[in-house]
């Protein structure tokens, strides 16, 4: 590029950063972003992303919080993209109280939590036996497809639903209208050995239409 006489953008550094970054080679990373700085060229938020996760892909948590502070202190707003690798890589590492923190943070600068935000939360306190906690923090989740997707990430990392998380699910999908994704997932629920509790059957009988024949089934 310097040859034929084109200039190295952000964009360029980045994606070289990208690169040393996935072959483990921070050195390098650092080195270009260093070089960049040099050229006058200001990192952007991918610049930060990239390397915090390598920090923390490395387990380097400390130096990862201290480029968060450098962040903030060079004028960096912080995206959703930045919170979840802070989140996802202090969940698992097993600190929570940092992961919450992060978490409150996020939202208090108006930052929209996302699916990974929530399974990364759910899994460390799942690791933590904080049950209800986790079953609490499910229930929080508005958009049923993003709850559903959460509940299937949640079941890859070992946290096993329970009566609290299917009757969420169960009002949730109730509430949209779809009776019949909430009676499979009674179904599912049963066969788990999870038994039913009124308020499961509260969602059921106001969100399925006709409620003579789902009680029919029933019996």
């Known amino acids: ?3 034929i006489g084109l200039l190295p953008n952000a964009v360029t550094y980045n994606t070289l950063i990208d690169g040393y970054c996935n072959k483990g080679n921070l050195e390098k990373a650092f080195g270009f972003r260093d070089e960049m700085v040099g050229r006058g060229i200001m990192p952007t938020v991918s610049t930060f992303n990239l390397l915090i996760h390598a920090l923390f892909m490395e ?3 400390d130096e990862a919080g201290d480029l968060f502070k450098d962040m903030g202190e060079k004028g960096m707003v912080p995206d959703s993209i930045t919170y979840n690798i802070l989140i996802n890589g202090y969940c698992r590492c097993g ?3 940092k992961a919450f923190s992060l ?4 939202v208090s600068k108006g930052v929209q939590p996302t699916r990974v935000t929530y399974t990364s939360l759910i899994y460390v306190l799942s690791k933590q036996n904080r049950m209800k906690e986790a079953d609490e923090l499910f229930e929080t989740r508005g958009d049923m497809k993003d709850a559903l997707k959460v509940r299937e990430e949640m079941e890859t990392i070992g946290f096993n639903p ?3 998380t299917y009757n969420a699910l169960i ?10 994704h909430a009676e499979q997932l009674l179904k599912e629920m049963v066969s788990k050995g999870i038994t ?3 308020s499961t059957y509260l969602s059921l009988i106001e969100g ?3 409620v003579e024949e789902f009680l029919g089934r029933r019996n």
């Open 1 to 3: 590029m310097k040859e």
């Open 59 to 61: 387990g380097r948590f």
């Open 95 to 97: 600190d929570a109280d």
């Open 103 to 106: 978490h409150n943070q996020m």
């Open 162 to 164: 329970t009566r609290l």
């Open 171 to 180: 009002q949730g999908l109730c509430k949209n209208q779809e009776g019949d």
């Open 196 to 198: 039913p509790d009124d």
């Open 208 to 210: 399925i239409s006709n």
